[in-house]
C-alpha cells in the first residue's frame, strides 16, 4: 500500500508537459463597471479598424439574363447619364433596324389574291 501512495504522489507532483494553462475571460472589461460606464479602449498604438467591406451589386450577375446586353448591365451598375444615353442610342439603333426588316418583308409580301367568282 505504501509504495501505491508513493505511486500516487509522484504522479500528483511531476509536471505535466502537455497541460497548458487556459485564458478564461467572463466580461468584456478586466474590471466592474457599475451604472453604464463603459469598458475604456485599450492603451497602446492607435490601429485603425479595417474598413467596412464593399457593399453587394444590386444586380449581380446571376441575377441578370446570360444574354443582357452589355449596354443595361453598365446602366444598372451606374447609373450616369452618360451611360442612359448611350443605352438609348443603342435601343434606337435596334428599334430603327426593326422598322427596317418589317418595311422589307411588308414589301416582298405579295398582295393577298381576291377570291375568284365562278
Same mark, same amino acid.
Given at each position: 500500500?505504501?509504495?501505491?501512495?508513493?505511486?500516487?504522489?509522484?504522479?500528483?507532483?511531476?509536471? +505535466?508537459?502537455?497541460?497548458?494553462?487556459?485564458?478564461?475571460?467572463?466580461?468584456?472589461?478586466?474590471?466592474?463597471?457599475?451604472?453604464?460606464?463603459?469598458?475604456?479602449?485599450?492603451?497602446?498604438?492607435?490601429? +485603425?479598424?479595417?474598413?467596412?467591406?464593399?457593399?453587394?451589386?444590386?444586380?449581380?450577375?446571376?441575377?441578370?439574363?446570360?444574354?443582357?446586353?452589355? +449596354?443595361?448591365?453598365?446602366?444598372?451598375?451606374?447609373?450616369?447619364?452618360?451611360?442612359?444615353?448611350?443605352?438609348?442610342?443603342?435601343?434606337?439603333?435596334?428599334?430603327?433596324?426593326?422598322?427596317?426588316?418589317?418595311?422589307?418583308?411588308?414589301?416582298?409580301?405579295?398582295?393577298?389574291?381576291?377570291?375568284?367568282?365562278?
Amino acid at each position: 500500500m505504501q509504495k501505491t501512495v508513493c505511486m500516487l504522489t509522484s504522479l500528483l507532483l511531476a509536471p +505535466l508537459p502537455s497541460v497548458q494553462a487556459q485564458d478564461v475571460h467572463f466580461l468584456v472589461c478586466p474590471e466592474v463597471h457599475f451604472y453604464d460606464e463603459s469598458c475604456p479602449l485599450p492603451q497602446g498604438p492607435h490601429v +485603425l479598424p479595417p474598413p467596412p467591406p464593399p457593399r453587394p451589386p444590386l444586380f449581380p450577375p446571376e441575377t441578370l439574363a446570360r444574354d443582357t446586353p452589355p +449596354l443595361m448591365r453598365q446602366l444598372l451598375e451606374q447609373p450616369t447619364r452618360a451611360n442612359a444615353e448611350a443605352f438609348l442610342r443603342w435601343q434606337a439603333e435596334r428599334h430603327a433596324r426593326i422598322v427596317e426588316v418589317q418595311t422589307l418583308l411588308h414589301s416582298l409580301q405579295a398582295p393577298p389574291r381576291a377570291p375568284e367568282r365562278e
